[in-house]
């Protein structure tokens, strides 16, 4: 599970982050940044989030978003993709090709879309 000095809960940030138009997107996740940090003593908040439109059963959308946290939690306690940390906040969110994905689709999705925006 990820700490809770890592989650995104309050409306308003998701909000922002949302605003911001800052994405990156392939068939199983789109991923929208929050605005760059003027100090690196902030963390970075991290969401993860899948619609109803994905799949009406919450057991599908639980494991999906699951697996997501896992990812990210791996990867920060790595210190991979250091350079994901110059954002407030990041929201994953899964879209339909991510269903029936294995975690290993769903990793190298992520992967692949980090180093595209360059980290």
């Known amino acids: ?6 989650r ?9 982050t949302y605003k911001n138009n800052d994405t990156v997107a392939d068939k199983n996740l789109c991923i929208y940044f929050g605005k760059e940090k003027t100090t690196p003593d902030i963390t970075t908040k991290y969401a993860f989030v899948v619609s109803k439109k994905i799949h009406k059963r919450a057991v599908v959308r639980n494991r999906i978003k699951r697996l997501m946290r896992e990812i990210i939690r791996k990867q920060i306690k790595e210190n991979q993709y250091n350079k994901i940390n110059r954002y407030i906040s990041v929201i994953f969110a899964a879209k339909s090709g991510a269903v029936n994905a294995p975690y290993c689709d769903i990793n190298a999705s992520i992967v692949k879309l980090l180093t595209d925006k360059g980290f």
């Open 1 to 6: 599970m990820l700490k809770k000095q890592y």
């Open 8 to 16: 995104l809960k309050k409306y308003s940030a998701f909000i922002a």
